[in-house]
Antibody, heavy 120, light 107 residues
């Protein structure tokens, strides 16, 4: 079974840092692009970042560029999101999601999400 | 940035009826559109990609159509498990963007 499990969320003060992890299983992790998508409480989905299969190419939303860093460890089948200089508006459930197929930019499956709360 | 606009925001439908959801892109995205379903407390689930191709395991009552800037998701006969929020997403340009969602509720 293909599975993505996020961890690392929690409560952090404004200006602080947090690192999210996403453990993958049930597929060849090193073959797929991976993404982070977030959802503020009661709001819609917002794409955050994407990383290609070997970790050499990243893309970020403007709202997080220069503050967040996406990375992966293919030996550990794990995706990461390092979040620095956190703001109240970063409060959201953060989902990791796999590209549906190699090079595609739609998402399937998704993890269950991890909640990040930034207090001001 | 391509802005995706979904309408209506809320759709009230009786079980067994047809539901038609719309998604409009601020510029042409060809057929580079996906649809997702999200139930309360759950992660989104892929329904449609390429504007009209159903993902694996998605029932045939879900269908997608459109190209360019106008897209439609149709649920031919609503089942109880279909009441949820539906999002469209374009993947023609960076950044990837989602619509604001349409909530399908029981009438």
């Amino acid at each position: 079974e293909v599975q993505l499990v996020e961890s690392g969320g929690g409560l952090v003060q404004s200006g602080g840092s947090l690192r999210l992890s996403c453990a993958a299983s049930g597929f060849t992790f090193s073959s797929y692009w991976m993404h982070w998508v977030r959802q503020a409480p009661g709001k819609g989905l917002v794409w955050v970042s994407r990383l290609n299969s070997d970790g050499s190419t990243t893309t970020y939303a403007d709202s997080v560029r220069d503050r967040f860093t996406i990375s992966r460890d293919n030996a550990k089948n794990t995706l990461y999101l390092q979040m620095n200089s956190l703001r109240a508006e970063d409060t959201a459930v953060y989902y990791c999601a796999r590209s549906y197929s190699y090079g595609s930019n739609w998402f399937d499956p998704w993890g269950q999400g991890t909640l990040v709360t930034v207090s001001s | 940035e391509i802005v995706m606009t979904q309408s209506p925001a809320t759709l009230s439908v009786s079980p067994g009826e047809r539901a038609t959801l719309s998604c409009r892109a601020s510029q042409s995205i060809s057929s580079n559109l996906a649809w997702y379903q999200q139930k309360p407390g759950q992660a989104p689930r892929l329904l449609i990609y390429g504007a009209s191709t159903r993902a694996t395991g998605i029932p045939a009552r879900f269908s997608g159509s459109g190209s360019g800037t106008e897209f439609t998701l149709t649920i031919s006969s609503l089942q109880s498990e279909d009441f949820a929020v539906y999002y469209c997403q374009q993947y023609n340009n960076w950044p990837l963007t989602f619509g604001g969602g349409t909530k399908v509720e029981i009438k």
